[in-house]
C-alpha cells in the first residue's frame, strides 16, 4: 500500500492512535535522543509505525515486526516501542478504571528512557474517560436548543459530498484539491476526523487544510457530520469544530442541520447517526440511531418544506457488503440498520425523499432502489487506504435480501489500493445533477444521474 495509515474499529485503539500521534509530532518538534543519535527518520514516524503494529496485534492482524520489549533489553533504537507499548497500558488502566494500574504505568515511564511528552500528553487524554474513567459526556446539541433553524443556500448551488475524508495524509489533500478544481458554493464531510477526533485532529486533519487548500482566504460553507471515529473522544473536538467552521446566518449550530436552496426546491436534511455508535464490535451490535428529539426536528423540517428532500448520514441505512442489521428470526441476517429504516419511513410519510448519503464503508456502493429508498449512495471512499486484497464488493452471506448495485459503477484501483474519490450535487431549479468521481489519480467521472 502507498501510505501507513491505517485505522481500527475499535475507540480504545483509535484514541490510542490519536495518543500517539501527537505525541509523535511533539516529539519531532524537539531535538530527541533518538535524532541526534540519527538512528530513525523521525520520531514521528517510528512511533506511528509501532502504534499500528501493537494496534494489529490487539485485533489478530500480523505483525510488522517483533513483539513487545523490557527495558534491560532495549538499544536506542527499540525505546519508541517500550514508549508505545505504555501508551496502550495507560489507555487500557483508564477504560477500566483501574488508577492504580494507571499510576504504575507512570512510574514506568518516570524510570525509563521515554520523553517526557509521553506521559503528558496521556495524563492530558485523561479527560476523554471522564473523572471516573467513564467516557466523556458528549456536549451534544439538544434540537430545543436550536429551534428552527435552517441554513439558506443558493438556488443553484453546486455541493461537495465526500466522507471518512479526515486523515491529514497525503490522499486526502490531493480529494481536497481535486474537489475545489470543481468550484463548489459547499462542502460537506459526511463524517469521521481520525484517528478519534480529538480537537488537535479535528484541527490539523480537517480545518487547516480545508483553510489552506479549498478556503484560500475566502468564506465558502464548509460542513461535517458525526461519525463514529468523531466521537470516541467523547466529541470534544467535533463541537469545537462545529462552532469555528461558519459564521451566521450560515453557522452549523449542533451535529444535524437544514441545508435549504432560497428558491425552495431543495433542502438537505444531515443527520447525526454518529452519537450512539461506541461499540467496538461492528455495526450489528452497535445499532445505531438519531435521538427522538433530532427525529421529531427532522420531521418538523420535511413536513414544512413542499420542494424535493436528500436526506444526510454517516452510518448506513443498508448495505450488500457490511453487518448492519440483526438476526431475523429465521436466522438470516438483515442489509437494514431497523432504527434508520424507521427514521427513513417516519421522514418519506412526509416529504418526497429523492436520495440519502451516507458514508462509514470505505467503497463507493451507488444502489439499485431498495426498503423503498429509490437511491441510496455510499460514498466513504474518501482517503483511508483500502487494499484490493479486501474485496469491498464482495457480498456478506446470509443475508435475507440484499440491495444491488447499478451496473458498471464500482470504483477502480491503482496499484494495490482501491481508488478515492467524492460526488459533486449541481442544483438547477427543480432538478439536481449528482457526479462521482475517484482519482485515477487523473480525475475520473465513474457515474451520472439526474433527479
Known amino acids: 500500500m502507498p501510505n501507513d495509515f491505517e485505522t481500527f474499529r475499535d475507540p480504545l485503539l483509535s484514541v490510542f492512535q490519536s495518543a500517539v500521534e501527537e505525541i509523535g509530532q511533539k516529539l519531532d518538534s524537539s531535538t530527541t535522543k533518538l535524532q541526534r543519535a540519527g538512528v530513525v527518520r523521525s520520531a514521528f514516524s517510528q512511533v506511528r509505525e509501532d502504534a499500528r503494529n501493537i494496534a494489529r496485534q490487539e485485533v489478530g492482524l500480523p505483525q510488522l515486526d517483533q513483539g513487545g520489549m523490557r527495558p534491560r533489553d532495549l538499544k536506542l533504537r527499540q525505546v519508541p516501542r517500550l514508549c508505545t507499548e505504555l501508551a496502550l497500558r495507560y489507555l487500557k488502566a483508564l477504560a477500566r478504571k483501574s488508577d492504580d494500574a494507571r499510576q504504575q504505568v507512570a512510574s514506568e515511564y518516570i524510570g525509563s528512557p521515554c520523553d517526557s511528552a509521553w506521559l503528558a500528553t496521556l495524563e492530558e487524554y485523561h479527560r476523554y474517560f471522564g473523572p471516573n474513567g467513564d467516557r466523556a459526556t458528549i456536549p451534544y446539541v439538544r434540537a430545543a436548543d436550536i429551534g428552527d433553524k435552517v441554513i439558506p443556500i443558493d438556488a443553484n448551488a453546486r455541493i461537495a459530498l465526500f466522507a471518512d475524508w479526515g486523515t491529514g495524509a497525503r490522499p486526502a489533500l490531493d480529494i481536497l484539491k481535486d474537489i475545489a478544481s470543481h468550484s463548489p458554493d459547499v462542502l460537506i464531510h459526511l463524517g469521521d476526523i481520525y484517528y478519534s477526533g480529538t480537537p488537535h485532529e479535528c484541527r490539523e486533519n480537517f480545518l487547516t487544510p480545508i ?210 474519490g467524492y460526488t459533486i450535487l449541481s442544483l438547477q431549479g427543480d432538478s439536481c445533477q449528482a457526479a462521482y468521481y475517484e482519482l485515477t489519480p487523473t480525475q475520473r467521472k465513474i457515474f451520472e444521474e439526474r433527479f
Request: include cysteine; aromatic fraction near 10%.
Open 211 to 420: 483553510d489552506r487548500v479549498f478556503r484560500k482566504g475566502g468564506n465558502q460553507a464548509v460542513y461535517t457530520l458525526s461519525g463514529n471515529h468523531d466521537m470516541y473522544c467523547g466529541g470534544v473536538g467535533l463541537y469545537e469544530l462545529i462552532r469555528d467552521l461558519n459564521v451566521a446566518p450560515r453557522d452549523q449550530g449542533a451535529s444535524f442541520f437544514c441545508l435549504r436552496s432560497t428558491d425552495e426546491k431543495w433542502q438537505f436534511l444531515a443527520m447525526d447517526t454518529g452519537l450512539h455508535d461506541y461499540s467496538p464490535y461492528g455495526m450489528a451490535d452497535a445499532l445505531t440511531r438519531i435521538e427522538d428529539d433530532e427525529l421529531a426536528w427532522h420531521v418538523r423540517r420535511i413536513s414544512e418544506f413542499e420542494g424535493k428532500t436528500i436526506l444526510l448520514s454517516h452510518h448506513q441505512l443498508f448495505s450488500s457488503f457490511s453487518t448492519v442489521g440483526p438476526e431475523t428470526v429465521l436466522g438470516k441476517r438483515s442489509a437494514l440498520n431497523p432504527n434508520l429504516l424507521k427514521a427513513f419511513r417516519a421522514l418519506a410519510d412526509k416529504g418526497k425523499i429523492v436520495a440519502w448519503f451516507w458514508g462509514h464503508e470505505h467503497s463507493l456502493s451507488i444502489y439499485q432502489p431498495f426498503a423503498g429508498l429509490e437511491r441510496g449512495r455510499c460514498i466513504g471512499h474518501g482517503a483511508i487506504p483500502v487494499s484490493t486484497i479486501d474485496d469491498i464488493y464482495r457480498g456478506v452471506d446470509g443475508f435475507d435480501e440484499a440491495p444491488q448495485l447499478i451496473p458498471n459503477t464500482r470504483l477502480g484501483s491503482t496499484g494495490d489500493v482501491w481508488n478515492h
